[in-house]
Nanobody
Framework: VQLQASGGGLVQAGGSLRLSCAASGRTFSTYVMSWFRQAPGKEREFVGGINWSGDITFYSGSVKGRFTISRDNADNTVYLQMNSLKPEDTAVYYC??????????????????WGQGTQVTVSS
């Protein structure tokens, strides 16, 4: 599957952004989808993931309650709604897919395909 992330930008602290990740192919609904982020000088970290049907989500502690991940299987798209943004959320955000419908893995090595990344910058 090929992934294309979009929606990043510059926003003030406390603001919101919605990222989108469009996937190619007919098997989108068979993948677990997740978002990761990578700040300069830091390792890529898990943000949140969603199972194939969209009824199970899992978030990192740093974004839980502020970010919401969702998916539209009819449109082959996964979203990341980011609210109450903080300067420490500044990073390049990547969407990723993983074979399998249920298990939301949290390490990058367990994902097969990656989008190109979209920059999110939160100013204080």
């Amino acid at each position: 599957v090929q992934l294309q992330a979009s929606g990043g930008g510059l926003v003030q602290a406390g603001g919101s952004l919605r990222l989108s990740c469009a996937a190619s192919g007919r098997t989108f609904s068979t993948y677990v989808m997740s978002w990761f982020r990578q700040a300069p000088g830091k390792e890529r970290e898990f943000v949140g993931g969603i199972n194939w049907s969209g009824d199970i989500t899992f978030y990192s502690g740093s974004v839980k309650g502020r970010f919401t991940i969702s998916r539209d299987n009819a449109d082959n798209t996964v979203y990341l709604q980011m609210n109450s943004l903080k300067p420490e959320d500044t990073a390049v955000y990547y969407c990723a897919s993983r074979n399998g419908r249920i298990q939301i893995a949290t390490t990058p090595q367990e994902y097969n395909s990656w989008g190109q990344g979209t920059q999110v910058t939160v100013s204080s």
